[in-house]
């Protein structure tokens, strides 16, 4: 068989008849399914009893997501592993159209797709534009350049080489995102990834969902995951380390520096539109207008304004000046 595909699940009596369904319907023939029922207290482990497909059902008291996760990679056997939550939908030849893209890539160790939102875009714009974002991500470069905005990956939508998790790891325990975690590891790690141009999951948005009840996905939890690998990255390819130019000032832009600054990155300077700020200091540091930023070969600049819409503006400005994404500038957030 090629393919192992994880899925946890915690009271998901609701949804995860449809989504072993779905996975029913694969047109990839060499198929482990791997359900790991994280002490449920529902009816969710009698659903995959009686289930039509052939499954391991790994029952356990309740871990969290993160040691089902690594249960049932341990349980599996296959040479590519795929994700999928219990809530999900994949569409019939996600699976298949994945492991032929590892087959014939094998310098690439990690393989996604686009995902389709089932949620009410309205009531979460944020999240649905987020997924927009990351379905616009679909290239090798684009999905390592822009790895310190956010995660440029939706979790379930993933394929991966088993031999990944026995070089560098598995899934981590701690305050921080699971995924987004694990794939800043691979990618600091040198490890090439994939974005197929399709659709191949339904992604089902809720209010119940980790994203939105747990602590590990604020947004200080993934400025908190990200500083030490940005660190690190700005040490290997910013001229002018430890000095950065910031572009934002505001308070929650600062505030969300903390980590990077303890990482030992120095601000040299901010970049910031509110003619209240420029001119004076911010926390011990000048703010510059746009106008008065240096030359791209004088400085490197960090985008960290997290206003929606903030992110294209300074990138059409920085490129307009003849910055270049990766070698003058970063997008974070």
């Given at each position: 068989m090629r393919a192992s595909v994880i899925l946890p699940a915690y009271n998901e009596a609701e949804f995860i008849e449809a989504a072993l369904e779905s996975l029913s319907r694969q047109t990839e023939s060499e198929l482990e399914l791997i359900v790991v029922?994280?002490?449920?207290?529902?009816?969710?482990?009698?659903?995959?009893?009686?289930?039509?497909?052939?499954?391991?059902?790994?029952?356990?008291?309740?871990r969290g997501l993160v040691a089902a996760l690594n249960e049932g990679i341990a349980a599996s056997t296959?040479?590519?592993?795929?994700?999928?939550?219990?809530?999900?939908?994949?569409?019939?030849d996600r699976l298949r159209l994945q492991a032929d893209y590892l087959d014939g890539h094998p310098d690439v160790g990690l393989v996604a797709s686009q995902a389709e939102y089932l949620g009410d875009r309205a009531k979460n714009l944020g999240i649905a534009l987020w997924v927009d974002w990351t379905n616009?991500?679909?290239?090798?470069?684009?999905?390592?350049?822009?790895?310190?905005?956010?995660?440029?990956?939706?979790?379930?939508?993933?394929?991966?080489?088993?031999?990944?998790?026995?070089?560098?790891?598995?899934?981590?325990?701690?305050?921080?995102?699971e995924d987004y975690e694990l794939w800043l590891?691979?990618?600091?790690?040198?490890?090439?990834?994939?974005?197929?141009?399709?659709?191949?999951?339904?992604?089902?948005?809720?209010?119940?969902?980790?994203?939105?009840?747990d602590p590990r996905y604020s947004p200080e939890a993934f400025y908190a995951c990200k500083a030490p690998y940005l660190a690190r990255w700005l040490e290997r390819n910013n001229p002018h380390h430890p000095r950065v130019v910031v572009w934002g000032a505001g308070r929650a832009s600062?505030?969300?520096?903390?980590?990077?600054?303890?990482?030992?990155?120095?601000?040299?300077?901010?970049?910031?539109?509110?003619?209240?700020?420029?001119?004076?200091?911010?926390?011990?540091?000048?703010?510059?207008?746009?106008?008065?930023l240096p030359a791209p070969n004088d400085c490197f600049v960090l985008q960290w304004v997290g206003k929606r819409g903030a992110r294209e503006l300074v990138r059409e400005a920085l490129q307009t000046r003849g910055f270049r994404q990766g070698v003058h500038y970063l997008l974070c957030a």
């Amino acid at each position: 068989m090629r393919a192992s595909v994880i899925l946890p699940a915690y009271n998901e009596a609701e949804f995860i008849e449809a989504a072993l369904e779905s996975l029913s319907r694969q047109t990839e023939s060499e198929l482990e399914l791997i359900v790991v029922d994280d002490g449920s207290t529902d009816r969710t482990s009698a659903l995959v009893s009686r289930s039509s497909r052939r499954l391991k059902l790994i029952r356990t008291e309740r871990r969290g997501l993160v040691a089902a996760l690594n249960e049932g990679i341990a349980a599996s056997t296959c040479q590519y592993i795929a994700r999928m939550d219990a809530d999900d939908l994949a569409h019939p030849d996600r699976l298949r159209l994945q492991a032929d893209y590892l087959d014939g890539h094998p310098d690439v160790g990690l393989v996604a797709s686009q995902a389709e939102y089932l949620g009410d875009r309205a009531k979460n714009l944020g999240i649905a534009l987020w997924v927009d974002w990351t379905n616009s991500l679909l290239t090798t470069d684009e999905l390592a350049l822009n790895r310190f905005v956010e995660s440029p990956l939706i979790h379930p939508t993933v394929m991966f080489r088993r031999e990944l998790v026995e070089s560098f790891g598995g899934y981590r325990e701690g305050p921080f995102p699971e995924d987004y975690e694990l794939w800043l590891r691979w990618l600091e790690a040198g490890v090439s990834m994939a974005k197929l141009p399709h659709k191949l999951l339904s992604w089902r948005e809720r209010d119940r969902r980790l994203t939105r009840t747990d602590p590990r996905y604020s947004p200080e939890a993934f400025y908190a995951c990200k500083a030490p690998y940005l660190a690190r990255w700005l040490e290997r390819n910013n001229p002018h380390h430890p000095r950065v130019v910031v572009w934002g000032a505001g308070r929650a832009s600062r505030l969300r520096l903390r980590p990077l600054i303890d990482a030992g990155v120095e601000v040299e300077s901010f970049v910031d539109i509110d003619p209240k700020k420029i001119g004076n200091s911010v926390s011990g540091v000048q703010v510059l207008s746009p106008n008065e930023l240096p030359a791209p070969n004088d400085c490197f600049v960090l985008q960290w304004v997290g206003k929606r819409g903030a992110r294209e503006l300074v990138r059409e400005a920085l490129q307009t000046r003849g910055f270049r994404q990766g070698v003058h500038y970063l997008l974070c957030a």
